[in-house]
Structures are given as C-alpha cells and as structure tokens.
C-alpha cells in the first residue's frame, strides 16, 4: 500500500506502525523534499532493520502550524538517492544511516562515518583538504585542553584564517541507542540522563513522556508542573555557566567569576528538588520521584530570586562593557539561510533571527499552559548567541518565579499500562540546547524495537563550522562557547 | 563599563570562598543523602528484593554471605533503599566517599558496613605532590556532568587554587590524570596516550561512577568500564556525579590535608 502524504501528528503522540504512511524509496524522497521545501524541518531521519532490509522513518515539524509529520519508506536494501544533495539538513542523518544499516545514500557529498571507527579511530580518515602553498592543517584534539569532552577538530588555514573546519566526533559513543531495543531495561532511564549529562531533565522528559505517549496517558499534571520548573533550572543553569565561559574567553573576569559561581546556585536549586545537581532521579514514566511540599517549594522561591538578580546583574556588567562587546560582534557569523538550510535548532537558530521553539511551536507537558516568550536575536553572530541566552535567562527567570505559585494539586506519579505494541511514538522537548526528539518503535511485545534519540547538538555542530569560515582561528575559542554543543549527546 | 564600576562590584561581592576545610563543609542537599551503609545484620538470608532494582547491577548476594553493595558502581538513584524491606540499605548522608583501593568501595558483611576512606599517599608521593599537584582531565565518554562538577572546584566558592591543586592543558605538565566516563573504545587509545605522557611519578584519579565501573554503561560493548582497565587508578571518587565537596574531600585526603576535624563523620542534616 503507497501513500500519498504524511501524517501529520501533534507532540508528543504514539500512532501505530502499520498506519505510518509508506511510499516506495523515489517516492519517499520526493514526498520528503517537498515536505521540506513548503517549510518543513526535519526532526529526526532514521532506518528500521526489518529483515534484511531497511525502512526510513522521516519526522518532519512545521513549527507555524504547530504539527509533526511522519512517513516512511518501503524497505530498502543497498541504496537509494541522498536526500542531502537538495536539502543539506539530511547530511548528518544520512551519514548515520549507512554507518548504522549500511544503506548507502547514493550522490551523497561528504560520506564518512559519524561515530564509529571501523578499525580506524573515529579522527583517521579523509577530512575534506585545501592545497596550496600558503595552506596549512591544524588539528586539535580529541583530548582538549579544559575540562570537556573529547572531539577533533581540524582547521584548514591559510595564515590566520580558517578556510574550513571539519569537526570528527564520535569517541565519546557509548552505545545508547544499541542498548534500547528489547527495553526499557532496567538501566534505560539512567543511560538517557546521561545521554548529554548536562541536559538530564530534557532528555528524561522525552523519554517518558514516550512511554507515557505509547500507554496512551500521561503523567499527573503537579508531575509535569515539576519536570518543566526542573527543565527552566536547567536552561538558566546552563545560560549562566555559559555567559561566565564567553567573559572568561575575553578576559572579562569579574562576570567570569561571578557566574560560575551563580551557575552552581542553579544547580543547588535543581538539587533541591531531587537532591541531584543535574536532577538524576527527579523524571520517571509516569511522573515525577519527589514533590515540591510547601516548605520546599517555599525555599526554593526564597533562593530563586537572589540567584536571578545575581545571574542578571553579573551579565549587565559583560553588556556594559564597550571592550566586551566589540569583541564579540561579527564573529562567528551563521547567516538565517544556513541556519534555515541545515536545520539549526535551539540558541543557536534564535540567534540567526529564526522563530524555533519547541516550548511555543509544539507545547507538551506544562508548557500546554504556559510558556515563557521565545527569545530571538537577529545577526547570528556570537554576540547574537549571547544575547539569545541572555534573553532566555531572564524570561526563564521571570517565568519560573510565576508558575512557582501556579502548581496543581494532586498526584505526582501515575500507574503507566503496559506501551501499546507495534506503535510509533515522538517527543519533542525543547532542552537548553534546543530541540531533544525522542522516537520510539515498539515490537509486537510492546518493548522497544527501535529507539532514535536527535540531540539538538547533531543538528548544530555543522553551525559552528559554518561559523569559522573566514575567521581568525584564534576566535575559535568564543565561537565553540557561543555554542557550548553537547559531545556526549551527538555520540550517544 | 568603567573601571571604578568594576571594582565597586568586586568589593560589593567580597569574598566568596568557603572555609572548609577549616570551616564546616557545605551541607549535602537533603534529598542527597550521601554515602550508602549496609547494615549486615538486617539482611535476612534468602532475601535479594535490592538486586534487579539496581540500574547499574551494583549489588549481589554471595552464597551464604549478606548483600553486596559495590559503591563504586552506584549512581546513588536509592532504589534499592526502597525496596529494602527491612531498612538494611540507608544512606548516612557522609558526602566522604573517595577510597583507594576498588574493594573499599564494596559494603557488606561484618567491619565493612561503609567506604573503607582513602588514606594519604606514601611519604615520599606526599612530599612531591602535597603542596603542589597539577593534574590533567580526561573524558572518556564522561557525559559532562562529572567534567561540570569538577570544573565547579576552580570557581571562587571552592577555588582549588588554594591547595595548590591545579588543571593543566598538558599532560606533560601534569602529575597525573583524573578520568571521568566509563572509557569508550574510541577513546581507550587517547587515554592511554596521555596517561604514558605523563611523567613519572604520577598518579591517576576515576571521577564518578562511570569511570570507577561504567556507571549505567557497564557491560556495553562500546566501553571498557572505567578508567581501571586501561590504566593504574591511585583514587576512587563514586557519585553520579559526586558533588564536588566529595571530589574535594578525595582529593584532600589523598594529599593527606584534611586534619582530624575535617576527616572526622559528619552528622546527617548538619
């Protein structure tokens, strides 16, 4: 049976696999192409083994219509005509798919392996070369030199100026998705809240609110409540951490030093909800582990606001600084089109003057009630992706301290029935980062067949190179901050 | 911003530090609650309701002996305090959990009923590296929540500066590693080349659960379940991430800084 279009499905929300429309391989690429050309956004891109064969699942969100889309194809085997060579937001998605199920996207530009080596070490390997006799190669890493994840980057130069930049991952892959199928097992929560440590709450809420999705609940509304004031803990957490990282990148010490410290009371925050900094253990299916009794919820107000104004006082200094500022202007420039053009999500496409938000476009949980205004910069430099953070911080700021006194009654944790069988669910959370798309395919026994994690980090790791072209490379340092991209959420 | 406003701004903030270790340590969070105990003579013989709720396959029973409570490989979730029925499992709220060898992490049975601690390095380690240790991180598949808390040490609340312990961009700066992450294969050779970067003698420090054991990916074909495997490890930090003041503590206690008061057990709540 062939269909003519996608289904379109509201987020997050579990429709059976049989359902799924299904277009032979030319057909599917069309139909996904044009979905994409009248505005789509590809979300997720993933095969399914079945047989010998593989299917590809499309997720495509149109954000101004508030709608997710799905399809797939029929099964596949060999190869079939890249997506990438018209819509380069495929790229990655595509390089993945023949690393994982040896399709091969046939005309794609730049195929290599995303994350695993296959004997060779994931930064051996061709990397895309300029020649010339002025040219020379930098490499950097995977080991950097602060305390951060491993990743390799290699810089084509020609005097100072970054020609090109060619960034390698994959050393920090621990095999999350490979664990998955035949679960939820028992150690399935604690590997998604490490799956980018740093953004626990955003991916744990996606992952149960999967399982939520695919028993056709979901969890009690105090429990989402909790999950989004948890998340906002996050997203300032984070935004604080990283304004302080751009002053200390520019030598502006006194806002470096004030908001790594302010950055540890957001976490002091999160850790009193749950007792973990990074609130392990806060999210399960079907709800939330502690509730928020009202001398908690009470202290939690109490040190709320202090945190807040230290967290925007501490920024005032870095905008009122003409030296900061110059600093950060028209560098690391990523223009709307290539934001647009490979799908940037999160900060990183705000900056570039794109309206994307999963909390506005596609609102789940909560944020159904409320949301906080979306926070767009145009110019898309890193000044621009500072300022996006800036924004959010104190909107996150003002948002929090309204819906502390805004808490339902009742429950915190729900029964969740056994997930539906073979049915296809997607979650759409909007973490720090940007957009965390969760998709599920469950077996005729209701456990996971297929599990799809997208962090926005594999949407935006091809931005930061963007960003280098035509820069100085010593203004890499700014450029990957303004970033700040997950290594450990692009591995999995 | 002027000049006169940024130091203004600096004398309004004062100083942030905090007095541990010559003052009380900052207290755990209550939901934390810290280092796990495991009470031998609470578990019933024939009892195993604790080991499939372990995410992180942290506890077995030996034949004839009472649970065994690896917290190496805990990530402190507390559900087998939960589903203990007969309150053997508790948590002590100690944030002092750094130990020297793997098996001191291990509780269970008689005069094993918590974390062995660390002690100091030898004399001679101690006079090299006592007042002045830099060290090189390594993450190695770390998620970077263990690398955050670390990072959190440099800030002014805690300023490591002020051990004269330092976090060096080279190995061969260093006198030693601290791994965090369970040590994915694609990065076992990267770890093994800084680690032999090192100049003798050093030292190597697992930070967190992942690099103790693997953490929640223990067993998965992509890792090698901690830092242990591919290199010598002189200090155990558990935690899923261990909060800093535990990192802190390990990493005093291994320079053999923490006078009595310090390494004296703390009371829960306090």
């Known amino acids: 049976m062939s269909a003519d279009s996608f289904l379109p499905l509201p987020n997050p929300s579990s429709t059976p696999w049989a359902g799924v429309p299904e277009f032979p391989a030319r057909d599917f690429l069309a139909a996904s192409a044009g979905e994409l050309d009248r505005g789509g956004r590809l979300c997720s891109w993933f ?17 101004n219509e508030n709608t997710l889309e799905v399809a797939r194809s029929e099964p596949l085997r060999g190869s079939y005509p890249a997506l990438t060579a018209t819509h380069p937001q495929a790229h990655l998605f595509e390089r ?7 399709l091969e996207p046939k005309g794609h530009p730049w195929l290599k392996p995303v994350r695993k080596d296959r004997g060779a070490g994931p930064a051996v390997g061709n990397f895309f070369r300029v020649d010339g006799s002025e040219i020379h190669e930098v490499a950097v890493g995977p080991i950097h030199a ?3 994840e491993p990743g390799h980057f290699r810089f084509q130069c020609a005097g100072e100026e970054v020609l090109h930049l060619e960034i390698a991952l994959g050393f920090q892959h621990r095999g999350i998705e490979e664990a998955l199928p035949g679960g939820p097992h028992r150690a399935s929560l604690s590997q998604i809240e490490t799956a980018s440590g740093d953004a626990s709450i955003a991916h744990a809420t996606a992952y149960a609110t999967i399982l939520e999705t695919l028993a056709g609940g979901e969890a009690p509304l105090r429990a989402q409540w909790i999950r989004v004031l948890a998340l906002e803990l996050e997203r300032m957490a984070n935004h604080t951490g990283d304004i302080g990282a751009l002053a200390g990148d520019v030598a502006f010490l006194p806002t470096a030093s004030a908001c790594g410290k302010i950055r540890g009371d957001f976490l002091n925050l999160t850790a009193i909800l749950c007792g973990n900094r990074f609130g392990r253990g806060l999210v399960r299916p079907g709800g939330c582990r502690h509730d928020l009794e009202p001398e908690r919820l009470a202290r939690l107000g109490r040190l709320l606001a202090p945190a807040i104004a230290d967290a925007e006082e501490a920024s005032r200094w870095f905008w009122d600084a ?3 500022r110059s600093r950060l202007e028209d560098i690391g420039i990523v223009t709307p089109r290539q934001a647009t053009e490979l799908g940037l999500v999160g900060p990183a496409a705000r900056a570039c003057g794109l309206v994307r938000d999963i909390r506005f476009d596609h609102p789940a949980g909560w944020y159904r009630f409320a949301q906080p205004q979306v926070a767009v910069w145009p110019g898309g430099d890193v000044f621009a992706r500072a300022r996006v953070r800036w924004l959010e911080l104190q909107r996150s700021g003002r948002f929090l301290t309204d819906e502390l006194g805004n808490g339902p009654e009742g429950e915190i944790q729900a029964e969740i029935a056994p997930a539906a069988p073979d049915a296809l669910a997607i979650a759409l959370v909007e973490g720090w980062r940007g957009e965390v798309c969760h998709a599920a395919l469950t077996g005729a026994d209701g456990r996971f067949r297929r599990y799809k994690i997208v962090d926005p980090s594999f949407h935006n790791w091809t931005g930061l190179a963007l960003a280098l072209r035509g820069q100085a490379i010593s203004d890499f340092p700014i450029c990957n901050k303004s970033f700040n991209l997950s290594y450990c959420g692009f591995d999995l | 911003m002027f000049v006169l406003d940024s130091i203004s701004h600096r004398m309004r903030r004062g100083c942030q530090t905090m007095a541990y270790p010559d003052g009380p340590a900052p207290a755990l969070p209550d939901r934390h609650g810290g280092a796990l ?3 031998p003579g609470r578990c019933p013989e024939g009892c195993g309701e604790c080991i499939p709720v372990c995410p992180t396959q942290a506890i077995a029973r ?5 649970a065994a409570l690896d917290l190496g490989r805990c990530i402190f979730c507390a559900a087998c305090v939960e589903a203990c029925p007969h309150g053997a499992i508790v948590q002590t709220g100690d944030y002092r959990l750094a130990a020297r060898k793997r098996e001191d992490l291990v509780l269970g049975g008689k005069g094993n009923e918590e974390v062995r601690l660390a002690r100091a390095l030898d004399e001679k380690l101690r006079r090299l590296f006592g007042r002045s240790l830099r060290l090189r991180q390594v993450s190695a598949g770390g998620c970077n929540a263990c690398e955050a808390d670390i990072n959190v040490l440099g800030t002014i609340g805690w300023d490591l500066g002020r051990f004269g312990i330092q976090f060096v961009a080279s190995p061969r700066h260093a006198d030693g590693l601290v791994v965090t992450g369970p040590v994915t294969r694609n990065m076992e050779l990267a770890l093994r080349t800084a680690y032999n970067a090192v100049p003798e003698p050093k030292i190597v420090i697992a930070v967190g659960a992942c690099a103790i054991a693997g953490g929640p990916f223990v067993d998965s074909p992509e890792v090698r379940n901690g830092a242990a495997s591919v290199v010598p490890v002189d200090l155990f930090i558990p935690g899923c991430p261990p909060h800093p003041i535990t990192i802190l503590d390990g990493l005093l206690r291994l320079l053999g800084r923490l006078d009595e008061k310090a390494a004296g057990r703390p009371v829960q709540g306090k």
């Open chain 1, 146 to 148: 602060g305390i951060i």
């Open chain 1, 322 to 324: 003409a030296s900061v």
């Open chain 1, 96 to 102: 993945e798919i023949w690393e994982q199920h040896g």
């Open chain 2, 37 to 39: 105990r495991v009470e």
């Open chain 1, 47 to 63: 095969g399914v083994p079945e047989g010998g064969a593989v299917r590809i699942v499309a997720v495509i969100a149109f954000d």
């Open chain 2, 62 to 66: 030996p034949p004839g002996g009472t």
